[in-house]
């Protein structure tokens, strides 16, 4: 005991010395702040913290405070920028430093990452000073990561090809790994000379205690309606790289119309954080989602979530006649449509229209006198640019005929729908 007692005596002495960074105190205030209610707190300064948290590590734990701030991974500035490049620059990541070679004699270098409780983020490099082949760079691919209760699979990342072709800074962003992971095995795919893929992998450390904690999380617990079903946002959470907002779908048409979640805002301050990214997958419950945006701002004053426009379902049963000669849109429920042109060839009759680029047709037929022609397939789908910047949507629409038709037939549209529905967030 008499050691024991003289070693927190000179750790208190430097703990007294040590000065705080500035974002340490803000942090563990607003984690104190978001306790559950159920609990009693304590008004704790830094200092007491890190004596507390000393004592720990004398008792046999492995938790380290300090090493949360670490070194700045280098030479990666031009890949990563916004809050990845924030952090890096406070040297938030975690040096690894690990190296393989692949087939074809590139060296592929795990430089470092930076992990919290939305993602990891893996630093790479790969070089050859006899220059990458592409089918080196077209092939080679990280895909996931495991380790102790740890299966995270990529989420998609950015890589840049230097001018000399001799070398590849990339990134890679994972699903988060567990915090009882002290090593992780990161496979990549390659290519072979036989135009073989096969997948291998590199043990590299990780140190959990060096992961960033969520600064902010909540449930939401929200459905909205929508014309085909419903959506239900079930949490938000806020770490130092990203936000992430989950929850569940059920809406029949959701696949007819491309980035569906594009257009759903997340609101701080009264500003748009940036949307990053959303992906789904279905399972027996149903479809599960997340909406990946941008850090949150280090003063949240208020918060909320804007269903500007989703996908959405118009019943129309149109008929357009195909006599008339306008090179004019057609109007149809405030999306416009033009019939660019009809002929009859070897595969049967064939329709070019253009539409909005969000607009799906359903129930597409044509007529001839008192025959009814349900449409073949679409060919061609193309997305031009017009003279005034709207990108549209072109294709061909093939029907089983050769006689020109009269009239075109459309019983409904999916397409991105207005509905401007708000979710205030409590900041408190």
């Known amino acids: 005991m008499d050691n024991l007692e003289k070693r927190l005596a000179e750790e208190k002495k430097l703990i007294d010395s040590i000065q705080a960074p500035s974002e340490l105190e803000v942090r563990l205030k607003r984690a104190l702040h978001n306790t559950p209610k159920k609990t009693k707190r304590y008004a704790l300064n830094w200092k007491t913290t ?18 949360f701030y670490g070194k700045k991974l280098l030479g990666f500035d031009e890949v990563i920028n916004g809050t990845l490049k924030e ?37 790479y490099t790969l070089s050859n000073s ?12 990280i895909s996931r990561i495991s380790g ?33 992971s002290k090593k992780l095995n990161l496979y990549f795919w390659q290519g072979h000379q036989n135009g073989q ?11 959990p205690n060096k992961a960033m904690v969520a600064e902010f999380k909540q449930s939401l617990k929200k459905t909205f309606k929508v014309d085909k079903g419903t959506i239900t946002f079930h949490s938000i959470t ?18 007819r119309v491309d980035s569906s979640f594009g257009a759903i805002e997340l609101m701080a ?18 479809r599960k989602f997340d909406i990946r945006y941008n850090a949150l701002p280090k003063q949240l004053d208020s918060l909320e979530l804007v269903i500007k426009e989703f996908v959405g379902y118009k019943k129309l049963e149109e008929k357009i006649s195909l006599s008339s000669s306008s090179n004019g849109p057609i109007t149809i429920d405030g999306k416009e449509l033009w019939i660019k042109n009809v002929s009859t060839t070897s595969q049967g009759v064939e329709i070019t229209i253009s539409t909005d680029d969000d607009v799906m047709l359903e129930g597409v037929s ?16 193309t997305y031009p640019k017009q003279e005034d910047g709207r990108v549209v949507k072109e294709r061909t629409l093939q029907f089983d005929s050769t006689t020109k038709p009269e009239y075109l037939l459309i019983e409904g549209m999916h397409y991105m729908k207005v509905y401007n529905q708000k979710m205030k967030i409590s900041v408190d």
Not at 131 to 140: P, V
């Open 50 to 67: 890190t004596v507390a948290i000393f004592l720990i590590i004398l008792m046999g734990s492995q938790y380290n405070a300090v090493a």
């Open 87 to 123: 952090l890096n620059e406070k040297g938030m990541g975690q040096i690894v430093e690990k190296k393989t070679m692949l087939e074809d004699g590139t060296e592929l270098m795990i430089n470092g990452l930076i992990s919290d409780s939305n993602q990891m983020v893996v630093y």
């Open 130 to 141: 006899k220059g990458i082949k592409t089918s080196t760079s077209d092939n080679f691919r």
């Open 148 to 180: 102790f209760l740890t299966n995270s699979n990529s989420e998609g990342g950015t890589s840049l090809l230097n001018d000399e072709h001799t070398e590849i800074k990339g990134t890679m962003s994972f699903e988060p790994v567990s915090p009882f």
């Open 197 to 207: 893929m096969t997948e291998d992998r590199i043990e590299i450390p990780y140190n």
């Open 238 to 255: 806020a770490s130092p790289t990203m936000t992430m907002i989950k929850g569940t779908l059920n809406v029949e048409n959701f696949d």
């Open 269 to 286: 301050n009264g500003k748009p954080i940036e949307l990053m990214g959303s992906s789904n997958t279905s399972s027996l419950r149903g």
């Open 366 to 381: 044509i007529q001839l006198q008192e025959e009814i022609i349900p449409l073949k397939t679409t060919v061609n789908q």
